[in-house]
């Protein structure tokens, strides 16, 4: 089984920030383009933004990809 493409995991990503949006309303949209689906990104911007902890931004983060797989 192949791995899926760059292009193909940004697509998937796109997809996903209308949902990005609603549980972090703090965030903008461009913000979250411009993470392009990397967790630890969004989870320190997540930290930032809602002053939690790393593990509590990591656990956000962490539900929400298991939440919305493509």
Do not use: C
């Not at 930290?47 to 956000?60: G, H, I, L, P, S």
């Amino acid at each position: 089984m192949s791995l899926p493409s760059v292009d193909a995991l940004k697509g998937q990503w796109k997809q996903q920030v209308g949902a990005a949006k609603i549980a972090w309303g703090k965030l903008t949209e461009d913000e979250l383009l411009r993470l392009e689906g990397h967790q630890e990104k969004l989870a320190g911007l997540v930290q930032e933004r809602y002053a939690v902890t790393r593990d509590e931004a990591d656990k956000q983060v962490k539900a929400f990809f298991e939440k919305n797989k493509a």
